[in-house]
Nanobody, 121 residues
Protein backbone atom coordinates (compact mmCIF):
# COMPACT_ATOMS: atom_id res chain seq x y z
CA UNK A 1 0.00 0.00 0.00
CA UNK A 2 1.25 3.45 -0.91
CA UNK A 3 0.79 6.32 1.53
CA UNK A 4 0.36 9.93 0.44
CA UNK A 5 0.80 13.05 2.53
CA UNK A 6 -0.02 16.51 1.16
CA UNK A 7 1.18 19.82 2.50
CA UNK A 8 1.45 23.46 1.48
CA UNK A 9 -2.16 24.56 1.55
CA UNK A 10 -3.25 27.78 3.15
CA UNK A 11 -5.10 31.04 2.70
CA UNK A 12 -3.99 33.62 0.14
CA UNK A 13 -5.51 36.68 -1.53
CA UNK A 14 -6.50 36.59 -5.21
CA UNK A 15 -3.42 36.65 -7.39
CA UNK A 16 -1.33 34.94 -4.74
CA UNK A 17 0.70 31.76 -4.97
CA UNK A 18 1.01 28.46 -3.16
CA UNK A 19 3.19 25.43 -3.65
CA UNK A 20 1.71 22.08 -2.73
CA UNK A 21 3.75 18.98 -2.03
CA UNK A 22 2.81 15.32 -1.95
CA UNK A 23 5.14 12.78 -0.43
CA UNK A 24 4.56 9.19 -1.46
CA UNK A 25 5.91 6.31 0.58
CA UNK A 26 5.59 2.57 0.83
CA UNK A 27 7.17 -0.46 -0.72
CA UNK A 28 5.49 0.13 -4.10
CA UNK A 29 5.38 3.93 -4.16
CA UNK A 30 7.59 4.13 -7.25
CA UNK A 31 5.16 1.96 -9.22
CA UNK A 32 2.40 4.60 -9.23
CA UNK A 33 1.67 7.75 -11.17
CA UNK A 34 0.96 10.69 -8.91
CA UNK A 35 -1.82 13.16 -9.63
CA UNK A 36 -3.51 16.24 -8.20
CA UNK A 37 -7.26 16.55 -7.76
CA UNK A 38 -9.41 19.12 -6.04
CA UNK A 39 -12.92 19.32 -4.66
CA UNK A 40 -14.90 22.34 -3.56
CA UNK A 41 -18.00 22.06 -1.36
CA UNK A 42 -21.00 20.94 -3.38
CA UNK A 43 -18.94 20.14 -6.45
CA UNK A 44 -17.51 17.00 -7.96
CA UNK A 45 -13.92 16.04 -7.47
CA UNK A 46 -11.94 17.09 -10.53
CA UNK A 47 -8.51 16.40 -11.90
CA UNK A 48 -5.95 19.20 -11.81
CA UNK A 49 -2.62 17.91 -13.06
CA UNK A 50 -0.31 14.96 -13.42
CA UNK A 51 3.08 14.28 -14.96
CA UNK A 52 4.54 11.35 -16.85
CA UNK A 53 7.73 9.41 -16.33
CA UNK A 54 9.32 11.53 -19.03
CA UNK A 55 8.18 14.75 -17.31
CA UNK A 56 5.38 15.51 -19.74
CA UNK A 57 2.66 17.32 -17.78
CA UNK A 58 -1.07 17.10 -18.21
CA UNK A 59 -3.33 19.88 -16.95
CA UNK A 60 -7.00 20.53 -16.62
CA UNK A 61 -8.21 23.27 -18.93
CA UNK A 62 -9.07 25.62 -16.07
CA UNK A 63 -5.40 25.93 -15.13
CA UNK A 64 -4.68 28.11 -18.21
CA UNK A 65 -0.94 28.23 -17.62
CA UNK A 66 -1.22 29.27 -13.98
CA UNK A 67 -0.18 25.96 -12.43
CA UNK A 68 2.98 23.94 -12.86
CA UNK A 69 3.31 20.31 -11.87
CA UNK A 70 6.70 18.74 -11.24
CA UNK A 71 8.22 15.81 -9.41
CA UNK A 72 11.28 14.57 -7.62
CA UNK A 73 11.63 10.93 -8.60
CA UNK A 74 14.39 10.15 -6.12
CA UNK A 75 12.28 11.31 -3.19
CA UNK A 76 8.86 10.35 -4.59
CA UNK A 77 7.51 13.86 -4.21
CA UNK A 78 4.94 15.51 -6.43
CA UNK A 79 4.64 19.30 -6.50
CA UNK A 80 2.04 21.75 -7.69
CA UNK A 81 3.09 25.36 -8.05
CA UNK A 82 -0.04 27.50 -8.19
CA UNK A 83 0.23 31.11 -9.32
CA UNK A 84 -2.34 33.81 -10.04
CA UNK A 85 -4.81 32.07 -7.80
CA UNK A 86 -8.49 32.88 -8.13
CA UNK A 87 -11.32 32.52 -5.61
CA UNK A 88 -12.71 29.67 -7.70
CA UNK A 89 -9.49 27.75 -7.05
CA UNK A 90 -10.54 27.39 -3.42
CA UNK A 91 -10.92 23.69 -2.67
CA UNK A 92 -9.48 20.75 -0.86
CA UNK A 93 -6.55 19.57 -2.94
CA UNK A 94 -5.81 15.86 -2.95
CA UNK A 95 -2.81 13.91 -4.03
CA UNK A 96 -3.61 10.58 -5.63
CA UNK A 97 -1.78 7.52 -6.89
CA UNK A 98 -2.94 5.54 -9.88
CA UNK A 99 -1.78 3.05 -12.43
CA UNK A 100 -2.10 5.42 -15.37
CA UNK A 101 -2.08 9.14 -16.18
CA UNK A 102 -5.80 9.74 -16.52
CA UNK A 103 -7.18 12.63 -14.49
CA UNK A 104 -10.25 10.71 -13.46
CA UNK A 105 -11.12 9.86 -9.86
CA UNK A 106 -12.08 6.36 -10.97
CA UNK A 107 -8.48 5.76 -12.02
CA UNK A 108 -7.11 6.30 -8.54
CA UNK A 109 -5.94 3.56 -6.19
CA UNK A 110 -4.94 5.64 -3.18
CA UNK A 111 -5.85 9.11 -1.91
CA UNK A 112 -4.11 11.46 0.44
CA UNK A 113 -6.08 13.22 3.16
CA UNK A 114 -5.97 16.55 1.33
CA UNK A 115 -4.73 20.05 1.99
CA UNK A 116 -7.04 23.06 2.04
CA UNK A 117 -6.53 25.98 -0.32
CA UNK A 118 -8.53 29.14 0.27
CA UNK A 119 -8.32 32.17 -2.01
CA UNK A 120 -10.16 35.21 -0.72
CA UNK A 121 -9.77 38.87 0.10
Amino acid sequence: QVQLVESGGGSVPPGGSLRLSCVASGATASNYYLKWFRQAPGKEREGVATISTRNIPTYASFVKGRFTVSKDNAKNILYLQMDSLKPEDSAMYYCAAGRDLQLNPSRVDTWGRGTQVTVSS
